[in-house]
């Protein structure tokens, strides 16, 4: 039983324009959503996060949306570059947990 | 550099080897754990380790096991792993607080090759 779905495994998005992540989830207790990024041979970095009590959260160029009502997510990045070529992990844990949930991950290729 | 270390790398073993991975954190966080990264599937949790206590063990096979001697030192101890077991291994460090979890700060990882 998979709590958290990353429903693409890959994206390909031109340079200079706009590139959206999404991740769904099923568990209502998760309270606490953050984004991942992993480079190759590397361990995953943290990117972003947002509580359950904010709907959007920015930062540079990334921005990451909450959807309650949907349980859904979506990272957007703007505007892409090829340096944001990498796999985006979403993942989501709940108050008290002691415990991330991760997605499977999806590849983002920026193209020049 | 995210203050979390792993050693080894890279790890060749074979079915009868018994290794060690070793995780390091620099960052006066209070707990500890151990992901796995198979090809095409999400992290897996396996350990997680809250003020040196072990707190979760997802069904881990018992040729896993892992040790918390302090709050900055977490180690894996490998025996009698099969093929399958060949993998990433990612070490992570949190800050723990009463309302739950910050964000982790992963490792480089240990790439692990079971022959």
């Known amino acids: 039983d998979q709590q958290v779905k990353q429903n693409s495994p890959s994206l390909s998005v031109q340079e200079g324009r706009i590139s959206i992540l999404n991740c769904d989830y099923t568990?209502?207790?998760?309270?606490?959503f953050l984004w991942y990024k992993k480079y190759p041979a590397e361990g995953p970095t943290f990117l972003i996060s947002i509580s359950s009590i904010k709907d959007k959260n920015e930062d540079g160029r990334f921005t990451v949306f909450l959807n309650k009502s949907a349980k859904h997510l979506s990272l957007h990045i703007v505007p892409s570059q090829p340096g944001d070529s990498a796999v985006y992990f979403c993942a989501a844990s709940g108050e008290g947990a002691q415990k991330l949930v991760f997605g499977q991950g999806t590849r983002l290729t920026i193209n020049p | 550099e995210t203050g979390v270390t792993q050693t080894p790398r890279h790890l060749v073993m074979g079915m009868t080897n018994k290794k060690s991975l070793k995780c390091e954190q620099h960052?006066?966080?209070?707990?500890m754990y151990w992901y796995k990264q198979s090809a095409k599937k999400p992290l897996e949790l396996m350990f997680v380790y809250s003020l040196e206590e072990r707190v979760e063990n997802n069904s881990v096979p018992s040729r896993f096991s892992p040790e918390c001697p302090n709050s900055s030192h977490l180690f894996l101890h490998l025996h009698t792993l099969q093929p399958e077991d060949s993998a990433l291994y990612l070490c992570?460090?949190?800050?723990?607080?009463?309302?739950?979890?910050?964000?982790?700060?992963f490792g480089q990882g240990t790439r692990l090759t079971v022959v």
């Open positions: 568990n209502s207790m998760f309270d606490y």
């Open positions: 992570a460090s949190s800050h723990l607080t009463g309302r739950g979890n910050t964000e982790a700060f």
């Open positions: 960052l006066g966080h209070n707990a």
